[in-house]
């Protein structure tokens, strides 16, 4: 008798949980997620605002789906990224751009220490920008060969009785010094340090509708509240570089050509893949667009929401997608 009255009282309370998981639009794969083990994660957070939406969105996502504990690293400069993964200090790094594929790190890739991924959905790119209101002043600027002539145009107190370029952040993918000496422009680049410090720089000149030369990317949540042109920089070839590297030697000729399209991947340790957590199915299926990025990006630094607030705010607004990376 007892027994059978147990049997019946579970009997209610599944159906009750059914019913609750139906009104708060819960299903019953996401109560398999949450009793899987899904341990903790340790991500890495690049220095630019893009990078933190994803970063906060995914620990959103895997904390609030998957239970996970989620981990935010912020490695210092002087700290290789893919060595600290190598040393289990990060287990996965949600923006690459292409710089797992540089020699120096496929010794990562081949000895099956760290899978890249493939595209997290974005492509980015890096050039060199002017307003908008630059070009239209100085059209010859749509081209490298016009600052030869307009080099003055950017000369400042600090830039050495040359024309400015201002540089991004020193960790970013950038060879700017060696393409201003291959080009042979009368430039003086100069760096000011992280994201927000240059984004103050050339913004304070902007609004002073004064010219402005510097390296900026896409994708970039400022780009919508700034009108920007692009300057065309030399064709790439078959040698091209992106990224300075003293270990190419001397010969800077191989960094005389324009930035390319970058398809941003993701990349993850073997051992978290091994893991048996929940979160690498999530990490594998994880994709968005741009706008995606550019809209996170953009609550956190452009109206300075807290992180856990705008990851929250998107992920409410876009069940669909993060249905698929749940794999539902």
Same mark, same amino acid.
């Given at each position: 008798?007892?027994?059978?009255?147990?049997r =019946?009282?579970? $009997?209610?309370? #599944?159906?009750?949980?059914? $019913? *609750?998981a139906?009104?708060l639009?819960?299903?019953?794969?996401?109560?398999?997620? =949450?009793?899987?083990?899904? /341990?903790s994660?340790?991500?890495?957070?690049? *220095?630019?605002?893009?990078?933190t939406?994803? +970063?906060?969105?995914?620990k959103?996502?895997?904390?609030?789906?998957?239970g996970?504990?989620?981990? !935010?690293?912020?490695?210092?400069?002087?700290?290789?990224?893919f060595? *600290?993964m190598?040393d289990?200090? $990060?287990?996965? $790094?949600?923006?690459?751009?292409?710089?797992?594929?540089l020699?120096?790190?496929? @010794?990562? !890739?081949?000895?099956?220490?760290?899978?890249?991924?493939?595209?997290? /959905?974005v !492509?980015?790119? &890096?050039?060199?920008? !002017?307003?908008?209101?630059?070009?239209?002043?100085?059209?010859?600027?749509?081209?490298?060969?016009?600052?030869? @002539?307009?080099?003055?145009?950017?000369?400042?107190?600090?830039?050495?009785?040359?024309?400015?370029?201002?540089?991004?952040?020193?960790?970013?993918?950038?060879?700017?010094?060696?393409l201003?000496?291959?080009? /042979?422009?009368?430039?003086?680049?100069?760096?000011?340090?992280?994201?927000?410090?240059?984004?103050? =720089?050339?913004?304070?000149?902007?609004k002073?509708?004064?010219p402005?030369?510097?390296?900026?990317?896409?994708? %970039?949540?400022?780009?919508?509240?700034? %009108?920007?042109?692009?300057?065309?920089?030399p064709?790439?070839?078959?040698?091209?570089?992106d990224?300075?590297n003293?270990k190419?030697?001397?010969?800077w000729? &191989?960094? =005389?050509?324009?930035?390319?399209?970058?398809?941003?991947?993701k990349?993850?340790?073997s051992?978290?893949? @091994?893991?048996? #957590?929940?979160?690498v199915? +999530?990490?594998?299926?994880?994709?968005?667009?741009?706008?995606?990025?550019?809209?996170? *990006?953009?609550?956190?630094?452009?109206?300075?929401?807290?992180?856990?607030k705008?990851?929250?705010?998107? +992920?409410?607004?876009?069940?669909?997608?993060?249905?698929?990376?749940?794999?539902?």
């Amino acid at each position: 008798m007892h027994k059978v009255r147990t049997r =019946r009282v579970l $009997v209610a309370l #599944s159906a009750l949980v059914v $019913v *609750a998981a139906g009104v708060l639009g819960i299903s019953g794969s996401a109560f398999a997620n =949450r009793d899987a083990k899904c /341990g903790s994660v340790t991500m890495d957070e690049n *220095a630019w605002a893009g990078a933190t939406a994803n +970063v906060y969105v995914l620990k959103y996502v895997l904390e609030k789906n998957l239970g996970c504990t989620v981990n !935010i690293a912020k490695l210092p400069e002087s700290t290789p990224l893919f060595q *600290a993964m190598a040393d289990g200090k $990060v287990d996965m $790094v949600p923006e690459d751009w292409n710089n797992i594929d540089l020699k120096v790190n496929q @010794k990562f !890739i081949k000895s099956g220490t760290l899978l890249n991924l493939g595209s997290n /959905g974005v !492509i980015g790119h &890096i050039g060199w920008f !002017i307003p908008k209101y630059l070009m239209k002043q100085h059209p010859e600027l749509k081209s490298w060969t016009g600052l030869k @002539k307009d080099w003055a145009l950017f000369k400042t107190v600090d830039s050495q009785g040359k024309g400015l370029f201002l540089g991004g952040d020193p960790t970013y993918v950038q060879k700017d010094q060696q393409l201003i000496k291959e080009l /042979g422009l009368n430039l003086f680049f100069l760096s000011v340090g992280s994201e927000p410090a240059q984004v103050a =720089r050339w913004t304070q000149a902007y609004k002073q509708k004064k010219p402005i030369l510097f390296y900026w990317y896409t994708p %970039q949540y400022l780009n919508k509240a700034y %009108q920007l042109s692009e300057i065309k920089l030399p064709p790439r070839g078959k040698n091209c570089v992106d990224s300075y590297n003293p270990k190419l030697g001397s010969n800077w000729s &191989i960094y =005389r050509c324009g930035y390319g399209q970058t398809i941003i991947g993701k990349v993850i340790t073997s051992k978290f893949a @091994k893991s048996g #957590s929940p979160a690498v199915g +999530v990490v594998k299926r994880w994709k968005w667009t741009a706008n995606d990025q550019n809209y996170v *990006a953009n609550l956190i630094a452009g109206k300075h929401m807290d992180p856990t607030k705008a990851a929250e705010q998107w +992920v409410k607004a876009n069940p669909g997608k993060v249905k698929v990376w749940l794999g539902k």
